[in-house]
């Protein structure tokens, strides 16, 4: 979906851009395709998933990478294009590929590559994680069948719980039209501003004026697709993703942690899953990063790293070798606390705390 112009331009606003290049062969075939998407971000120096200080940039996004015709060179492709951009870039601008797969042409050439370093500086953004795929069978019984034991039976239960307790009314609710979205978003943003998602991450959902006009865009060309469940006719969990030539894309979930003892969060991924299926959607991405819900409920998976390439230059180069120094640094923190046991403790309590 992050390929098709269409889609990268919708998101274009007064500060963001789409820069695609091509590779033609000398009889006007088309050999590579790479679009980009130019925004502002920041490179952030994070201790434990909290911010602690960043430095703002403009960022070259691609997702995965570039796409290549059959049977081309793509390393000698991809030296070219990368030698290319390093002469776009300005002194505040940076590339960034995100959900890089380390098997893929890219991966490789990112990896092996020594002429690139002389470029760019590397720096992940994050570990490798697993991206999370469920291939979705023909009915949803079957789905419910290939889980994992444990797994069908928290789903089971959680159903019977909320399903048969008679002081809860339930209503699972579709969103796919243009008349939808002006409704959907003020009610998914209510239960976002009570995660700490939101109140810990500054992420989640937002009706704004920004978001409708993406929303509305892509609800006209039929890729909007999001839920809502309704307990006792308040929202209490929304799922907001986009379906795509057959694939359904999770962009974002999110439950209200007063009903987290009912298991919300993972009833409306379950409601969601039913009505693809139904639909013929033949497959589920939950899209970067990795946890057990995901692992729970997925049926496939592929190794990603989200990357930074930093051009060699003053300051970006500087500021690269001491976020490289830092991350490292970050990590041998976040290893040192999970091996005693305290990251799960600490991620607990600041959530708990960020919802209080």
Known sequence: MDHDPDWLFTRCSHDKSVKILFLL?????????????????????????ISLWEYRIRRYSITAGPLFADGVNTDEILSALFGYLRTLLGNRETLFVLGMELGSPLGRFIQQNADLRKKYQLVPSGKPYH???????ENFDQYIQNLRHGTRKEVRRALRRLEQDPEITIDHRIFNT????????PLAQQVSDKTYQRNLLGLGIRDDTETRRITMIAAENGWFQSYLLICNQQPVAFQFGYVYGGTYYAEQTGYDPVWGDKSVGTLVQIYRIRDLIAHGIT??????????????????????????LIPRKFPLEVLARILRIFNKFSELVGDFIEKW????KIRRYLRKRSVT
């Not at 008349?179 to 978003?185: H, K, R, T």
């Not at 046991?341 to 799960?344: A, E, Q, R, V, Y």
């Open 25 to 49: 062969a000398s009889n006007g075939t088309l050999l590579a395709y790479a679009p980009f998407f130019v925004h502002p971000a920041a490179l952030s120096f994070e201790l434990l998933g």
């Open 131 to 137: 991206r999370r795929l469920i291939a979705l069978p």
């Open 341 to 344: 046991g305290l990251k799960s």
């Open 178 to 185: 243009p008349e939808d979205v002006a409704e959907f978003l």
């Open 283 to 308: 497959r589920f991405d939950f899209l970067y990063g990795d946890n057990e819900r995901k692992r729970s409920l997925s049926n496939k998976h592929r190794v990603e790293q989200n990357i930074y």
